[in-house]
């Protein structure tokens, strides 16, 4: 990244941050202390290498290892969505989805969210795309996942706090089968967390899987559109998904961070009449039938 562009990012990044209410100042402090610490790792001390992706995990690193990502702050939208997330979410997972539109889910998007619109949130963290759907998709159902206790707590409470009634949560990881399993946490960031994906420097909880299969059946709905951001079990969140994908053929983008993935991803969903597109690290899958 160019510094010019970095330093459009800087600025976007702060503008973000005064657009919103809640805790202004930790946000904003957050965001000078993730910023001097790329800009360090990027053009004065580039131990790890130059590119702007390693710049971002030395600065997630040095933030996470001093306990600075998981303090939690308030974070007002101009729509009026009340969060409780912590300094991590707010400062990249809250502007990628509210600002840069990373899914493409806002108006005009690829894949726009509507009123009466049924939602599947794979891996749903603290709660902010499950937010922004179950406000956009009134009449609708948000079906809200996430097996991480601490992260489940902030999503329950979220939903609570901003009246969102037509959300359901399960306390879950989904995959390819239905038990229990190691979920490895990360200590650097609350959206790290993986069932296939060890984390060096964070620990593992005990976590009920099921899948998406099962959940469908149980709650005897189906999605117009799927979001899965699972940290590496991307194929086996699908895999687990053959009755419900054939069935309903919901819209669905995904994050992918195994490149070995993508093509097992494809060849899945292709039979299926899906239109596959990729914009980095992210896959959209445009349904046959919507």
């Not at 984390?199 to 899965?228: C, F, Q, Y």
């Amino acid at each position: 990244m160019p510094f010019r562009e970095a330093a459009d990012n800087i600025i976007n990044s702060y503008r973000f941050q005064l657009k919103i209410g809640g805790s202004r100042l930790p946000r904003l402090l957050y965001a000078s202390a993730y910023w001097g610490s790329y800009l360090w790792a990027r053009y004065i001390h580039p131990g790890r290498g130059t590119d702007p992706l390693s710049a971002h995990g030395a600065a997630m690193e040095f933030l996470g290892l001093y306990g600075l990502s998981n303090r939690l702050v308030r974070a007002i939208l101009p729509d009026g969505t009340d969060f409780h997330i912590d300094l991590m979410t707010s400062f990249m997972i809250l502007k990628e989805l509210y600002e840069d539109d990373m899914y493409e889910i806002g108006p005009g998007g690829r894949f726009e969210i509507s009123p009466r619109q049924i939602i599947f949130d794979v891996g749903a963290q603290q709660g902010v795309f499950t937010g922004l759907a179950a406000r956009r998709a009134d009449g609708g159902k948000v079906v809200s996942m996430e097996p991480e206790p601490w992260n489940f707590k902030l999503l329950k409470g979220n939903i609570s706090r901003n009246n969102f009634s037509n959300v359901v949560t399960l306390p879950v990881a989904i995959s390819d089968n239905i038990g229990r399993a190691n979920l490895y946490c990360s200590r650097l960031m609350s959206g790290g967390h993986s069932l296939l994906l060890p984390a060096a420097e964070g620990n593992s909880v005990e976590v009920p899987v099921s899948t998406l299969d099962a959940v469908s059946h149980e709650l005897r709905i189906g999605p117009d559109l799927l979001k899965i951001d699972v940290e590496g079990s991307t194929y086996e969140v699908l895999k687990g998904a053959a009755a419900l994908l054939s069935r309903y053929k919901p819209n669905i983008v995904m994050e992918v961070e195994i490149p070995e993935q993508r093509e097992g991803i494809k060849a899945m969903l292709l039979p299926l009449g899906y239109q596959i597109d990729t914009r980095g690290w992210i896959l959209f899958a445009r349904s046959p039938s919507r």
